[in-house]
């Protein structure tokens, strides 16, 4: 009799492979021969009970699906039909397993084992994997009723779907087991099956992971993008805020800054600083003697309670930076922030970075802001709404302030006194200056010989006791005013103009204004802009601000300032140069550098000098055009201040500003002020005289002057102008004039009768022929200047070059 070969499948021989990263398949799977001899001794029953001459043929391991095949061959007996033969070996096999109650170790599990109906799909691709959802294909009309009838013998079904037809494709339904190894027994034993001459193929259903909370944040992004931006900021406020609080903080008070520890300072003061001379302190040379009434002006300031602000105003160059921070070097807990740095930035990421590093704001994730703004636009561009992740400009800039403000706050011993008025502080601070005072007279008088005994705040015992106790209570009332911290804003309002200037400077004002009101920090505000005073009254309004204005130096502490630096003896007559150089810090110690560097004190004032010449004529006359419009003045009104101011050191304000050529208007001197080529001073709360800019100014407008062909041009402009003035002037007197002459008749009598013409009349003509005379007799003299001039210019051009 012919053979026939049929196989079996066993659902439960390896572990389900659930993904590439499960290894308990790689730990656990037998090697072939075992499962094979499995097969044969434990999960099949002996040939001997198997009907149709039963013989294994050989297995065949399914290793993602946790089974395997089993080959057999059989005798087909006449009297059996080929189903009713499979179907007794499959039923002799189930009720072997049964009747043994085989289970496997690795999931203690019985072990199945299912005709195999069809031809399997012996795949090993890399990205597919076992699931409960299998999708069936076919051709025909099986119907829900016809699969659940068979797809149910291999384990209980959650649900069927059958998928709605598609036209000239196969129609499909879907098949949710309740475990997976129900799913895998029935895609290896019905995959391929013929059934009522319909051919069935079926496949796992691929499924994305996590498909329910993924597809409900895809598909609500104006709630689930919000809600990430929260969880990510509340991520940063957790672990982030308190690392820049703690980073500012130890910036502030210099925790890791190992120069500014005691005992550091006392070696290096008893070691190093014996064998070498001190550096002599500028501020502390003969040339600065001057400025120490402004200086201790300062301290005392400091010595208050914060209530106001204090600025530091003064032209470019005079050294207010340097007295400042001179004044407050004793201090322990103070914060520089240079505006210049800021306001010279090319972008508001620049601005924040800069100003981050001055404050010691880290980490900042500037990048987060870019890829945030990114996002934002993406969503935008899709749901129509914002979503909120951009920060802008000014909100970021508001977060490191706000953040520095804690950090000050931690090194104030103001912190709690912020409902506290300024008086109470003030005595707290004198009980304390007494306190210190009793201190070191105990310290000397119990070691006098010793010198390096240093004023230090008493060290916070721990409380033992009543005594300790009482102690802790005494120690919650000290308040030294060299603890409080001091904000210096260097270069405030340093420019103007610039995409975020004025942002930058109301932001600063305003956070400055929070710690004053508070009583938790001095805040001092260095400036060479006159007009720095009107945001800062709008941030503090109804306060005095404490004003500091540095002028230059005389010229015998100018000349004493370079005398410290340069050997008298080698230089003697050096006083020519500092005449021309003037009190201006930046210009003695240019002059004393170029000098240094082996230049003639001759040529080193005439290369400042040159430069001087040059700063003023592309400031004030703009040869190259490039401002011509912006500029706030004219050519020939600057030329009239600048002969004055040549003459004179300075000159009254009131004065030229009733000259011709401004004609009561101010903005022309404040315009040239804010450019730094004249310096205004002020008496009695407004503006009194005028002087240069800088000293040497004065020597460029000589240099400026001196040249006759310049001068001649500026002469003919301004008598130009002038005559044109006046030429207007006399076409007015004489229209009221011939409008006079319409009130009398041919006769010379009155129109409106009587003879004679009214006194009121006469004395308003004669007026206007006074006046008459006077604007001609100026025109003539103009018509004579403007003569000289056109000569002078003519004769200029006549000359040979060199």
């Not at 502030?252 to 300072?265: A, D, G, S």
Request: proline share 5%.
């Amino acid at each position: 009799m012919p053979l026939k070969y049929g196989l079996l499948y066993f659902d439960n021989a390896y572990p389900l492979k659930m993904g590439w990263w499960d290894i308990r398949y790689s730990l656990l799977r037998p090697g072939w021969r075992s499962l094979e001899r499995k097969a044969k001794n434990e999960l099949v029953p002996s040939e001997n009970d198997m009907p149709f001459h039963f013989k294994i043929g050989g297995i065949e391991p399914r290793l993602k699906d946790g089974g395997m095949f089993v080959h057999f061959s059989y005798v087909h007996p006449s009297s059996y039909t080929t189903r009713e033969a499979l179907k007794e070996i499959e039923s002799r096999c189930e009720q072997y397993l049964m009747s043994h109650g085989h289970y496997m170790w690795f999931n203690f599990q019985k072990v199945r084992a299912f005709l195999v109906k069809g031809t399997p799909f012996l795949e090993d691709m890399a990205s597919r994997y076992p699931n409960k959802r299998i999708r069936i294909e076919y051709s025909g009309d099986l119907g829900i009723e016809g699969l659940y009838e068979l797809f149910r013998k291999y384990g209980k079904i959650v649900d069927i779907v059958q998928v709605a037809p598609i036209k000239d494709m196969p129609r499909q339904a879907i098949v949710q087991y309740q475990i997976m190894r129900s799913s895998t027994s029935a895609k290896n034993c019905l995959h391929g099956a013929d059934v009522n001459g319909v051919k069935i193929h079926v496949t796992y259903e691929r499924t994305l992971k996590g498909n329910a909370i993924w597809t409900w944040l895809q598909n609500h992004p104006r709630l689930s993008v919000p809600l990430g931006g929260f969880m990510v900021a509340g991520v940063s406020f957790i672990i982030f805020d308190p690392i820049r609080v703690f980073s500012m903080h130890a910036k502030i008070t210099k925790l890791f800054n190992v120069n500014e520890y005691p005992i550091l300072k006392w070696l290096r003061k008893e070691t190093i600083g014996r064998l070498t001379r001190a550096p002599i302190d500028s501020l502390q040379a003969t040339g600065w003697r001057e400025r120490e009434q402004e200086e201790e002006k300062l301290r005392t300031w400091l010595r208050n309670p914060p209530e106001t602000f204090a600025i530091v105003q003064g032209p470019r160059g005079a050294g207010k930076s340097d007295m400042v921070e001179y004044a407050i070097k004793e201090k322990s807990h103070k914060v520089i922030i240079r505006c210049e740095a800021l306001a010279n930035a090319r972008s508001e990421s620049e601005i924040l970075t800069n100003l981050a590093k001055q404050v010691g704001y880290i980490p900042l994730f500037q990048f987060m802001n870019n890829l945030n703004n990114m996002m934002d636009m993406a969503i935008t561009a899709t749901t129509g709404q914002k979503a909120g992740l951009s920060a802008t400009f000014e909100g970021q800039l508001k977060k490191i302030l706000d953040t520095l403000t804690v950090a000050i706050q931690q090194a104030s011993p103001t912190k709690d006194m912020s409902a506290t008025s300024p008086e109470v502080i003030m005595k707290k601070i004198e009980a304390t200056l007494e306190q210190k005072t009793q201190k070191e007279q105990k310290q000397a008088a119990a070691d006098p010989s010793n010198p390096t005994t240093q004023p230090t705040k008493p060290k916070r015992a721990k409380a033992k006791g009543k005594k300790g106790k009482e102690k802790e209570e005494e120690e919650k009332t000290w308040c030294d005013p060299g603890d409080i911290p001091v904000i210096v804003i260097d270069g405030y309002m340093s420019r103007e103009k610039g995409p975020h200037a004025k942002e930058l400077w109301t932001f600063l004002a305003e956070w400055a204004a929070v710690l004053v009101e508070n009583h938790v920090a001095h805040v001092i505000f260095i400036s060479n802009n006159v007009g720095a005073a009107k945001p800062l009254s709008k941030a503090l309004p109804n306060m005095t601000f404490e004003t500091i204005v540095l002028s230059d130096a005389t010229i015998d502490s100018a000349l004493e300032f370079v005398h410290k630096h340069l050997d008298q003896e080698v230089y003697p007559n050096l006083i020519n140069s500092v005449e021309v150089i003037g009190g201006r810090l930046t210009d003695l110690e240019l002059f004393v550098q170029k000098v240094k560097s082996g230049m003639r004190p001759e040529d080193a004032v005439s290369d400042i000098l040159g430069r001087a010449v040059i700063e003023v004529r592309k400031g004030a006359f703009d040869f190259d055009n490039s401002d011509s419009k912006s500029l706030s003045w004219t050519a020939i009104q600057f030329w009239a201040v600048m002969k004055q101011l040549a003459a004179h050191d300075s000159i009254s304000y009131d004065e030229l500003k009733i000259h011709p050529l401004f004609k009561s208007d101010e903005a022309p001197f404040s315009a040239m002020e804010q450019a730094e080529l004249i310096n205004i001073s002020h008496k009695n709360g407004r503006p009194f005289s005028v002087r240069p800019g800088k000293p040497i100014y004065r020597a460029a407008f000589h240099e400026i002057l001196s040249d006759p062909g310049f001068a001649a041009l500026m002469e003919l402009e301004t008598t130009t102008f002038l005559e044109k003035a006046e030429s207007a002037n006399v076409a007015k007197w004489e229209g009221e004039l011939k409008e006079l002459s319409n009130l009398l008749h041919q006769d010379g009598s009155w129109i409106f009768g009587g003879g004679r013409v009214p006194k009121q009349v006469d004395m308003r003509v004669k007026w206007l022929m006074n006046k008459l005379a006077d604007s001609h007799t100026k025109i003539e003299k103009y018509e004579v200047e403007m003569a000289h001039a056109k000569n002078a210019i003519a004769a200029q051009a006549n000359m040979p070059k060199h």
